[in-house]
């Protein structure tokens, strides 16, 4: 198929295009560029604007103070909640003896321990930002807060002494009294 002379001629004329732009220099875009100028606003026109509570900065300020607001509704449970949840169980397996020894690092009874390992957890995912953040216990925080318990409220100042008796409510009344003054710390 051959083509008519014409059509080529159209053809190139297609293929071809032509921008047309002046050239600017320094002095042309100074001049050109800044002509707006900005009105002076006073202090209190500024305050006013600041304070002012719309629904989008309302809306903005939720979500910053509660992330799970904004992520929760697009979250896509088929493809993500079983490998949450084995995740979940995996790292709750792990915390639990963590946070029990970390408390009795700390000095302080056991049971602390677990409640140091849930809570953190717990409230990050409520106000949280980061998925790739580690939260809960950490030996060397249990150790310092260790080292300021048995400052405080040492085994010596309670007469705790381990005998193999069979009324051991004062040997209990005085561990729970040390445990009650190292939780105060």
């Not at 047309?20 to 026109?45: F, G």
Request: contains cysteine; charged residues 20%; aromatic residues 10%.
């Amino acid at each position: 198929m051959e083509l008519a002379s014409g059509e080529d001629d159209c053809l190139c004329q297609r293929q071809k295009y032509c921008v047309e732009r002046p050239i600017c220099t320094q002095e042309y875009l100074q001049e050109h560029l800044h002509q707006r100028k900005k009105e002076p606003v006073s202090i209190l026109h500024k305050i006013s604007q600041s304070c002012r509570c719309t629904t989008k900065k309302a809306k903005s300020q939720l979500y910053n103070f509660l992330p799970i607001l904004k992520w929760l509704p697009r979250y896509p449970v088929k493809e993500y909640l079983l490998g949450d949840i084995i995740s979940g169980l995996s790292t709750g397996v792990m915390q639990l003896p963590q946070g029990l020894a970390y408390a009795l690092l700390a000095a302080v009874p056991p049971v602390f321990g677990l409640y140091s390992s849930f809570y953190p957890v717990f409230l990050y995912t409520f106000f949280g930002t980061s998925r790739h953040i580690s939260i809960g216990t950490f030996a060397v925080i249990s150790l310092m807060i260790g080292g300021v318990a048995i400052r405080i409220a040492p085994d010596e100042m309670f007469h705790i002494v381990e005998t193999n008796v069979t009324n051991s409510t004062d040997y209990l009344e005085k561990i729970e009294a040390r445990d009650a003054m190292r939780v105060k710390v």
